[in-house]
């Protein structure tokens, strides 16, 4: 199993960038998708999941606004669509796969390598 999370740079605060995340060697639509972070000398945080029907769950209202996950079963791929970014929102980005139920804690079978985002003030 490859989850490969790709999109990731630098931008300005107030700017946009659109996470991608391309699975393979599992059966998709099986699977429960989440994107969590990590800052430095943070611990990993649950960001936005999608579950197996398409329902999203995002962590905070701050980010409900601002953040949208999607997935595309035919091509294996969850997206997270970040707007109006931060310079709190800099970390690395992991997507991550589970099988069934989506979950807002890192209990998850399958990790991708992260992708980092870094937002200038």
């Known amino acids: 199993v490859q989850l490969q999370a790709s999109g990731g740079g630098l931008v300005q605060a107030g700017g946009s960038l659109r996470l991608s995340c391309a699975a393979s060697?599992?059966?998709?639509?099986?699977?429960?998708m989440s994107w969590f972070r990590q800052a430095p000398g943070k611990e990993r945080e649950f960001v936005a999941g999608?579950?197996?029907?398409?329902?999203?769950?995002y962590d905070t209202d701050s980010m409900k606004g601002r953040f949208t996950i999607s997935r595309e079963d035919a091509e294996k791929t969850v997206y997270l669509q970040m707007n109006s970014l931060k310079p709190e929102d800099t970390a690395v980005y992991y997507c991550a796969a589970r099988y069934r139920d989506l979950s807002t804690t890192p209990t998850y079978d399958y990790w991708g390598q992260g992708t980092l985002v870094t937002v200038s003030s």
């Open positions: 060697g599992l059966v998709f639509p099986t699977y429960a």
């Open positions: 999608i579950s197996r029907s398409g329902s999203p769950t």
